[in-house]
């Protein structure tokens, strides 16, 4: 189990063919990036791609919202952030940021609702007692940290009252 707080993710490269007509990282590829950060905590709580080959359980995505906040090119490296809001028997609710790398900025922020599934059903179901005690000491690690500005964020469009 990581013991930093929020997960530090390594470095990732961004690929030229996500790079849009804009010039910049295509809307898509901020996903991936988010995901594969989320990959590095899932397998330190043991949920990675062994736990869904012998245990036949995993996680599924069941909510993401996305927000970009400065655009991504291809000479840019990131490293994603995750920290984990809130959780229960079957379910993760997490913050994750992505960072450029070197200068430090912010890019994105992605928070998720993230559903423990028996692979069998599919269906959603409790963790484990070994992954759920992960789980736990991760959140309790987290509560040190100050809830992010940008969590909890709806869209809406904002009207001026007139």
């Given amino acids: ?20 007509f804009n010039g910049h990282l295509n809307m898509a590829y901020y996903t991936v990036l988010f995901d594969c950060a989320y990959e590095e905590v899932g397998e330190s709580l043991g949920m990675g791609a062994h736990y869904a080959a012998t245990r036949r359980l995993t996680t599924y995505t069941a909510e993401i919202h996305l927000s970009y ?18 959780h229960d028997e079957k379910r993760l609710h997490s ?3 992505l960072r450029h790398a070197d200068e430090g900025w912010l890019a994105a922020t992605c928070e998720t609702m993230t559903l423990h599934i028996d692979m069998s059903g599919p269906k959603v179901t409790p963790f484990p007692r070994d992954v759920l005690e992960r789980v736990e000491a991760m959140r309790t690690l987290h509560t040190t940290l100050e809830t992010p500005a940008r969590a909890g964020r709806s869209i809406a469009i904002r009207r001026r009252k007139s």
Avoid: C
């Fill in 95 to 97: 913050y994750q940021e």
């Fill in 69 to 86: 906040v400065r655009e991504l090119h291809l000479s840019d490296r990131v490293r994603g952030t995750y920290q984990l809001l809130d």
């Fill in 1 to 20: 189990m990581p013991d930093n707080a929020p997960y530090t993710s390594r470095v990732f490269e961004l690929q030229k063919d996500w790079i849009d």
